[in-house]
């Protein structure tokens, strides 16, 4: 089992950045790969990230490609997400998702999930 927890959403000023930071209570979350995904009001749930389970492997959506860096911790159970150059269109609700492939970019691909932390990005 896991048990994800995202701290470090906020608001930010386009332009500005943000960490993200994902830390499993159940200490199982280096068996996994790890994944974020985005949910803005009024859409579906959106791919942004994803790392292998030894972070030899990462993949990020066309949107964030560039911008946003996934990486983790295994010795302290912690995936995070830098995010810099922030945009408006970045705003949503942002989840952090444990999955058997990092090279899996559907929700469904993933089993366990985060509560979600907000990231509001003003203009």
């Known amino acids: 089992q896991v048990q994800l927890v995202e701290s470090g959403g906020g608001l930010v000023q386009a332009g500005g950045s943000l960490r993200l930071s994902c830390a499993d209570s159940?200490?199982?979350?280096?068996?996994?790969?790890a994944g974020w995904f985005r949910q803005a009001p009024g859409k579906e749930r959106e791919f942004v990230a994803s790392i292998s389970r030894l972070a030899l492997s990462t993949y990020y959506a066309d949107s964030v490609k560039g911008r946003f860096t996934i990486s983790r911790d295994n010795a302290k159970n912690t995936v995070y997400l830098q995010m810099s150059s922030l945009k408006p269109e970045d705003t949503a609700v942002y989840y952090c998702a444990a999955g058997a492939s990092s090279n899996a970019r559907g929700p469904l691909d993933y089993a366990y999930w985060g509560q979600g932390a907000q990231v509001t990005v003003s203009s």
């Open positions: 159940k200490r199982t979350f280096s068996s996994y790969a």
